[in-house]
């Protein structure tokens, strides 16, 4: 998460203005979602990385290690799409591949290998799209974004302070396991529990005070100015957006004749 947020602060496309960014993300990831075709989802997710790696200057083993994560969340789910069982006299299955035990068949059809692969495109292809926004675009471009599009204000604040707090917690649970380590608190599976058990209600503990620290300097200048008011001086580029209107020509054709 840190590493998300300083790259964020750090990419190559800092400075390009947050509206290209955001246009660009959005219409791969539109197209990814709503037409599920295959090589709409196989452009995305190589338009996204090439744009992480090469023109961002992110590292590539970086970026594989954020697509892991959630890609193990994704496999977990493939498996239970692309398996499936029936009694063993059961008739028309076509199976491409089968395994019987006992009186149970576990068999992958055609169509079960057809939608996992469709789910797996697509949602590679999502996450790779809204990593290009987070891993380009800084926390204060995307509230001046949000703030453009007419959003309550306070759902605004609460995605601020959200992503805030997020590092807060990282800092304060990273303070208190040193504190644990020095003392052996992790030497054996028995302390390792007792530690991890005080470590969350020191952590839960610790962001109830934060937060009531937050809620009084937000009382002190009287609550009820906004926190992020962002006054953004980036210009847009005009390649960028052709560069945006071709992208969204080009998975328009993919898609009707695909």
Known sequence: MLNIDHY????????????????????YLFFSIITKNIWITGLTFIIMTLSVVLAAKIPFRQFVKLLLLPSLFLLTSIISILFSIAPIDTNNLEPLWKLEIGVWQFYISSRSANQAIHLFATVLASISSLYFLILTTPLHQLMWVLQKVKLPTLFIELVGLTYRFIFVLFDKMSEIHL????????????????????????????SIQS?????????????????????????????????IVVSMVV????MIFT
Not at 8 to 27: C, M, Q, R, W
Request: overall charge positive; cysteine-free; glycine content about 6%.
């Open 211 to 243: 937060s009531r620290e937050l809620q009084y300097s937000i009382d002190s200048r009287g609550g009820d100015d906004g926190l992020y008011e962002v006054d953004m001086r980036l210009k847009y580029n005009r390649l960028n957006i052709v560069a």
């Open 179 to 206: 504190a644990q380590s020095s003392r052996l608190g992790y030497q054996n599976y028995k302390t390792w529990f007792s530690s991890i058990a005080q470590l969350t209600v020191s952590l839960f503990i610790k």
């Open 8 to 27: 964020a602060y750090t990419n190559g496309l800092k400075d390009v203005h947050p509206i290209e960014k955001v246009s660009f993300t959005f219409i």
């Open 251 to 254: 998975l328009f054709i993919i």
